[in-house]
């Protein structure tokens, strides 16, 4: 999983896997789901970043429960 934060365009893109696109489903005005050909979510698109989250969330990200193959 890789996220990226793109502060100009005030936009975050959680990549949830790799995969290529094939579709997007749009959740609401500032939320698009990426899917593959199989309808397998690759990755989410987040709009309005700031408005929608503290602004300190970039450093309080964490991860848990991370299962190594």
Same mark, same amino acid.
């Given at each position: 999983m890789k996220i990226t934060f793109d502060k100009e365009a005030d936009a975050m893109y959680i990549e949830v896997s790799e995969g290529a696109f094939a579709k997007n489903r749009k959740i609401d005005d500032?939320? !698009?789901i990426d899917l593959d050909k #199989?309808?397998? !979510?690759i990755g989410i698109e987040l709009l309005n970043v700031s408005k929608r989250m %503290? %602004?300190?969330f970039l450093s309080? !990200?964490? @991860?848990? #429960?991370? @299962?190594s193959s």
């Open positions: 500032e939320t !698009i #199989n309808g397998k !979510i %503290s %602004s300190d309080d !990200i964490r @991860v848990q #429960n991370l @299962v």
